[in-house]
């Protein structure tokens, strides 16, 4: 219940919440009791002004969870959280539950309904998006070792891992996006809290990426590289799109139907390194022009491209170990996902050298047939290997999206 309104909290926004609050201290100061009960439900029923970044709303019931195929936010964060030694099925599931509502609340603009702290109050929901997912461990510490997906086995070593294990893996992932940095926090803060007994955060990673409307081109992202990052990705109006990303409705598990599989992977970007080459050759390692993401084959950042075409020196116009070309599914018998990541910036490291680069996050149908041939490939030709250190990694099973009044997993963990 709220104090303010004797509602519970749910009935109203967070900015309408902000509106009654103010409005009753002032209007009973002129007015009194009665007086001051009109005017603040005159105040409800009346929208507070939001700009256009807070307005965004992303629907979080659905077939798919929110933040797989939606528009990439500009703050986001990642937490992976362990299972308290005695929290078993059912606790897991309250806790699905209790994560659930808060996600349907925040994402609608709402307050969170255990507890608000404020940090929120006057943002609209900003693009909000919360995606939970299941890591291997949790099947065995919950007793559904019988529902493991197949695709969860665990990923092989790649040569260029330097992986810290501490801030790698874990029983449950949350990813969080949005449009702006406190509404995210939020998000972040009263899912933390609502953990409470049975898991405990094990490894946090914060990201960001240019502000939604800041630029209208490139089309795409730039990465901390400063390469225009996402051009060659999927595209939800593609028909093959949701085939490459989402499990299928008759697919195995059962439980999976809708769902996706995510890669994490904390890659460094050696940069002091990188910024010492020279435009044209850091053009090369990638295989795209940095100006404007246009593919070294020619044309602009959307055309697409020509693995095959020569100069008219006769030299490849890709290299051979240009990243677009080692990635690209004609390289990996079709293998494909769909990467949507967040820069990220830790400070400084002892050697002075900046802690940044990428929370590289890639969705597929099937990990086996997505991430895991493509790093394989990578890693072994890559030209842009040797400025990148990946540190830290996690796959998890997220799986699809609930109905109002249901909860995310519930037909891994009722059905
Ligand atoms: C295993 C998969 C991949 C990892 C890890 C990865 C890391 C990584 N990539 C960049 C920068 C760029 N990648 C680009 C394209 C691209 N990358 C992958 C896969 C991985 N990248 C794929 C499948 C593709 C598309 C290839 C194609 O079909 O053309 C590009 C070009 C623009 C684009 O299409 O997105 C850039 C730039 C960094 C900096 C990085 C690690 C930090
Ligand atoms: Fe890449």
Redesign the pocket.
Known sequence: MSAETGKEPGHLSRRRLLGVAGATGAAGLVAGGAGGAVAAEAVRDQPAELASVGRGEVPFHGKHQAGISTPLQAAGHLAAFDLAGDADRRAAAALLRRWTRTAAALTAGKPAPARDTGVARDAGPSSLTVTFGFGRSFFGRTGLADRLPEALGPLPDFTADHLDKRRSDGDLWVQIGADDPLVAFDALRALQREAAETAAVRWQMSGFNRTPGATAHPM?MR?L?G???????PKPAEKDFTAKVFVPENGSPAWMAGGSYAVV?R?R?LLDTWDHLSPERQDQV?G?RKAD?APLSGGTETTP?ALDKFTKDGAIAIAGDA??RV???ESNSGAT?L?RSFSYHDGYRDDGAPDA??L?I?WQADPRHG?TP??RK?DRGDG?SRF?RHEASGLFAVPGGCAPGDYVGQELLEG
């Open positions: 795409s990465n590289m390469q225009v990052d996402g051009t060659n990705n992977r890659i970007m990638i795209r993401g491209v990243h677009v990635a690209a599914p996902m990467r680069g990428l590289f890639a991430f493509v790093q990578l842009l990148l």
